[in-house]
T-cell receptor, first 114, second 110 residues
Framework: DGGITQSPKYLFRKEGQNVTLSCEQNLNHDAMYWYRQDPGQGLRLIYYSQIVNDFQKGDIAEGYSVSREKKESFPLTVTSAQKNPTAFYLC?????????????FGPGTRLTVL | QKEVEQNSGPLSVPEGAIASLNCTYSDRGSQSFFWYRQYSGKSPELIMSIYSNGDKEDGRFTAQLNKASQYVSLLIRDSQPSDSATYLCAVMAGRRALTFGSGTRLQVQP
């Protein structure tokens, strides 16, 4: 059963904590992405990666970090430097990140800061 | 000026009517255009993609692109209550990642 999985579905963070959101895909896609969505807003790009061991900052990378050690996995760490992390986090993947490539989304992780 | 603009709505249409959703974008170098549907609390799902000027039809959905006017639209024929959702317009320009509008909320009244 192919697809994109994200875990956990819900995550609660205390002030000052780092948390890591998981994203895994078995679609054999080269490109992976992280977006953040705030209520009533569109998606904003945090980081993206088109190949293993390489990634680029998006529009709102401050306070976040990523790694891409395996093709299938693109975890996102929300650090304590991110002052307002409560949001819906969406991971996506696409075949190769080309200009006509279609991105498919995982089910998302809802992060709440306590 | 936002890079991708959509009317936030809600756009309310009666069941069976045509819903027309509009999107404008600022980057003339944009190459690919996508419409996603997002139900409340869920992740976006792809409805249509369009890459060249003109119309593209898929079932009850038609995407229209006019690059000269920097305008892309989505028409939904025979609207159903199950079409009630937020519709996100997304554009790919130079970088290899999408820029999204803030979405239009569609309400189809039974």
């Amino acid at each position: 059963d192919g697809g994109i999985t994200q875990s956990p579905k819900y995550l609660f963070r205390k002030e000052g904590q780092n948390v890591t959101l998981s994203c895994e895909q078995n679609l054999n896609h080269d490109a992976m992405y992280w977006y953040r969505q705030d209520p009533g807003q569109g998606l904003r790009l945090i980081y993206y990666s088109q190949i293993v061991n390489d990634f680029q900052k998006g529009d709102i990378a401050e306070g976040y970090s990523v790694s891409r050690e395996k093709k299938e996995s693109f975890p996102l760490t929300v650090t304590s430097a991110q002052k307002n992390p409560t949001a819906f986090y969406l991971c996506a993947s696409s075949i190769d990140g080309g200009s006509t490539d279609t991105q498919y989304f995982g089910p998302g992780t809802r992060l709440t800061v306590l | 000026q936002k890079e991708v603009e959509q009317n936030s709505g809600p756009l309310s249409v009666p069941e069976g009517a045509i819903a027309s959703l509009n999107c404008t974008y600022s980057d003339r170098g944009s190459q690919s255009f996508f419409w996603y549907r997002q139900y409340s609390g869920k992740s976006p799902e792809l409805i249509m993609s369009i890459y060249s000027n003109g119309d593209k039809e898929d079932g009850r959905f038609t995407a229209q692109l006019n690059k000269a006017s920097q305008y892309v639209s989505l028409l939904i024929r025979d609207s159903q209550p199950s079409d009630s959702a937020t519709y996100l317009c997304a554009v790919m320009a130079g970088r290899r990642a999408l820029t999204f509008g803030s979405g239009t909320r569609l309400q189809v009244q039974p």
